[in-house]
């Protein structure tokens, strides 16, 4: 975990609700006394949107740096039903992904982050249709706790409340917004709420107005305010448009790698609602140390600092630091801006005397009953006395006696890590109820807006520095050394002792084919007897062909067959009993170099679906695009499939297979696909089979991606049971198998995105689709021949539907296959 910024360790502090110190003597001073200057701020602005990256990095940049506000992004989901150019991961997965790449965009820019329940369901075209899969009470309700629990002083929406100019999702978050403006200082509105937060009402409202398609222009009659965010921040070392392009680069899944801008740049806000201003939209705004007289001490303190800080030796600010420490402690910690102070505050102290501090172990993971071995390090290179008053792990106090560090000198603590039998896995919280549900469950008010868990296993330090205390919580770490990218910390995760890997989650019994799965049980421990089970399948449905124990790798490895006489879908879960209970649970990691690595839990579930279809089983070719499943799904269903990569385009080796499928973005992303385009076109004359599945418009590494001339469009069908009229005579809806109106039954999240337009009238349409009130759409499937062969162009999204086992979207692209 690699640091960006100087905002590190705040963002931290305030994203956990507990300060985390990773500081470092590298932190310049300059650095330091910009966050002197954020300390006697006390401004805020809650910034509210729909997804990851829809957030304006370059204002949330200025309004936290050049304004030094503190700034949250509010946005409602998760980014859980969007599109993954860097791996697989989809939906919970992706959720994870896109959660921490907004951690560290805010990491990056200085703001900080919330979300709501709602769950990204993909392209929604108006408010209308997103609300018919959110619960508008319940996502309302959450915008209204952020704002009572942040309490911001203005609200700034990305997005306008004029239903069909952007995404259904974007509109709707400004409708939101506009309503929790009105409503959190309601007594009255959601007063579950009021047993942790009071009422609160924002001075005003605003619209980050823009225009993407030239200049922005100003409405008459409307009132605006303008932001210089190209501004140079000398103390950071960049403008605010090269932070803000660092912080949307942070955005790896989407391809958002950013390019700032060079010289002037204006942001434009518009006047919704609130109190009328004159000169900026922060007038009336109460400076919040005036509410105490002790705050207003501090703040003159921290005045008199800023006018004296002796940037040469930042060690030489600490006795001004504590004394105004001293002050800001006697405000009321129940306030949430004062526990930030506070937090801030022991920041800076550590951070102007270069405290290092590490929790480490050399384990990754760890499981409920277990020891694991740490180590606490406390390094102070100043002459002050740090002490180490006390440590507790666990609640157990680790400490006989305080430890000291001064003049380099680093205090070292062993510690050992006992967990009970219980201890909780590190799931992430708004994954533990129904995640199939287009909200997530969460029952706990207190989590609600909270972008992800706090460390499961950390230390509570109690630090003195001349006569000062510092309550500190640091996490445990597992700290490594990579040959490639040198030390490298990952937070510790707490996985079950036992849990369950399987070789495939669909499974297909086609005709009389019997389908089989490896489920491997690894043991955390050691190798434990026990009975492996699927719930919901009786013992003549299912067989265990042969077992194996595997002792050096702490493996039990088993082949199953299943049985069934009746075709349909099923879901069974598989389940190993023993003495010591049972397990379901599938370790799911996901690790990329740009956010932490995760971990995750899933149940040991299997999709089954039994059909008759007929199906050839012969080679198949794949093009790998940004990742998609679609390899795995077609070897469950009996075909052979080989990646075709870099040197392999060469019309005698693709003529080995029947069909060749093209992976999803692949033209946007696959230089040598594009490069090669003339020998695939080679492949299709020859008699071969192209099934190409969608492409973005934008980026495309080439414009030609079939045989007859064809362009990519923005057109989707987003409610996935819209209404479907089809060709059913056309091949590919009645060869080999005859497709009908119940296998467009079932469908996940939406029928398909970037439908081919402009079509060649060499392109047959054997489909046509539209969301409800809209013109309907062909491009969906394209066909045509070529010489001897067949090409497709698909936007259907085969790429959800045949990972989730939705069986007419299963039937319909082997039908692809066999042509």
Same mark, same amino acid.
Request: aromatic share 12%; no cysteine.
């Given at each position: ?346 920041? *800076?102290? &550590? !951070? =102007?005397? $270069? ?11 760890? #499981?409920?009953?277990? +020891? ?88 509570? *330090?109690? &630090? !003195? =520095?001349? $006569? ?11 700290? #490594?050394?990579?040959? +490639? ?335």
């Amino acid at each position: 975990m690699k640091k960006s910024h100087i905002f590190f360790p705040l963002v931290i502090a305030l994203v956990f609700g507990v300060y985390s110190p990773l500081i470092s003597q590298s932190i310049p001073s300059s650095s330091i006394y910009h966050e002197l200057l954020k300390l006697r701020e006390t401004k805020r602005v809650l910034y509210v949107a729909a997804h990851p990256d829809d957030e304006n990095t370059r204002l949330i940049a200025y309004l936290a740096n050049e304004t030094k506000a503190q700034v949250a992004y509010l946005s409602l989901t998760r980014g859980d039903g969007g599109q993954n150019l860097i791996g697989p991961e989809l939906g919970i997965g992706l959720g994870q992904i896109r959660t921490q790449e907004l951690l560290k965009a805010r990491e990056t820019d200085g703001g900080r982050q919330f979300f709501t329940r709602a769950k990204d369901f993909g392209y929604s075209k108006n408010p209308n249709e997103t609300l018919q899969n959110w619960d508008r009470e319940t996502i309302l309700s959450d915008v209204v706790w952020v704002v009572r629990k942040f309490r911001p002083d203005i609200i700034i929406t990305r997005f306008n409340t004029i239903p069909g100019v952007t995404h259904g999702h974007h509109t709707t978050s400004a409708i939101l917004a506009e309503e929790a403006f009105s409503l959190a200082g309601d007594p009255t509105a959601f007063t579950d709420q009021l047993q942790y937060v009071e009422p609160w009402s924002p001075k005003r409202i605003f619209w980050n107005a823009y225009n993407f398609r030239g200049e922005f222009q100003e409405e008459e009659g409307e009132i605006y305010f303008e932001f210089p965010t190209g501004n140079f921040n000398p103390l950071l070392g960049e403008t605010y448009s090269q932070i803000a392009a660092d912080s949307r680069t942070m955005h790896k899944s989407q391809g958002f790698g950013s390019t700032a801008g060079i010289g002037n740049a204006v942001d434009h806000i518009q006047f919704i609602q609130g109190e009328s201003f004159s000169d900026s939209p922060f007038d009336g705004v109460v400076d919040r140390w005036e509410s105490f007289e002790t705050g207003k001490e501090a703040r003159e303190l921290i005045d008199g600092l800023i006018q004296n800080f002796d940037f040469k030796s930042p060690s030489s600010n600490l006795s001004d630091l504590l004394t105004i420490k001293a002050k800001i402690d006697q405000l009321p910690e129940e306030l949430a801006w004062v526990k930030e102070k506070k937090e801030q505050m022991n920041s *800076l102290i &550590l !951070e =102007v005397m $270069g405290v290092e501090i590490e929790f480490n172990s050399n384990q990754e993971s760890i #499981f409920p009953g277990a +020891v694991l071995q740490g180590e606490i390090i406390v390094n102070n290179p100043t002459s002050s006395e740090l002490t180490i008053a006390s440590i507790q792990v666990l609640s157990k106090d680790q400490l006989e006696a305080p430890g000291f560090s001064q003049h380099n000198n680093p205090f070292r603590k062993d510690i050992e890590v006992q967990l009970s039998k219980d201890f909780p896995f590190s799931q992430p919280y708004w994954l533990n109820g129904d995640v199939d549900q287009p909200m997530y469950t969460i029952s706990d008010q207190q989590l609600i807006g909270k972008p992800f868990n706090g460390p499961s296993l950390y230390a509570d *330090l109690k &630090l !003195e =520095v001349e $006569g000062e205390i510092m309550d500190i919580q640091f996490p445990l770490n597992y700290k #490594f050394n990579d040959p +490639v990218d040198g030390e490298v910390k990952e937070p510790v995760a707490v996985v079950p002792s036992v849990d369950l890997e399987l070789s495939k989650q669909v499974i297909f019994g086609v005709g009389d084919t019997k389908p089989r799965i490896t489920v491997w049980i690894n043991f955390r421990d050691k190798i434990e007897d026990g009975v492996l089970y699927f719930e919901d399948l009786n013992e003549t449905e299912f067989r265990i062909l042969e077992s194996e124990d595997i002792p050096g790798q702490k493996r039990r490895r088993y082949e199953v067959e299943f049985m069934s006489e009746e075709n349909g879908k099923r879901k069974i879960k598989a389940i190993y009993k023993t003495n010591s209970g049972e397990f379901d649970l599938i370790t799911n990691r996901i690790n990329y170099k740009h956010i932490p690595h995760l971990t995750y839990f899933t149940p040991a579930t299997i999709e089954w679906i039994q059909a008759d279809w007929k199906i050839s089983k012969k080679p198949i070719g794949y093009i790998p695009g940004a990742g998609d499943e679609i390899p795995q799904i077609l070897e469950s269903l009996g075909y052979p499939v080989t990646v075709i990569g870099n040197g392999d385009y060469d019309l005698n080796y693709l003529s080995q297979f029947q069909a060749i499928v093209v992976g999803i973005r692949a033209y946007n992303t696959n230089e040598e696909l594009a490069s090669n385009q003339q020998a695939l076109m080679g492949y299709v004359r020859a008699g071969g089979n192209l099934i190409v599945q969608y492409n973005t418009t934008g980026r495309l590494l080439t414009n030609q991606l079939g045989p007859y001339p064809f362009s990519i469009t923005r057109d989707r069908v987003s409610v996935e049971n819209a209404p479907v009229t089809a060709n059913f005579a056309h091949p590919v809806l009645s060869t080999p198998n005859q497709i009908n109106a119940s296998d467009f039954e079932g469908w996940v999240q939406e029928r398909g995105l970037y439908f081919a337009g402009q079509l060649d009238a060499a392109y047959e349409t054997p489909l046509i689709m539209n969301d409800p009130g809209e013109d309907p759409s062909n491009g969906s499937l394209i066909y045509a021949k070529y010489g001897e062969g067949k090409f497709i162009y698909t936007g259907l999204s085969f790429f959800r539907e045949l990972p989730a086992g939705v069986p007419g979207a299963v039937k319909l692209f082997i039908n692809l296959l066999e042509q």
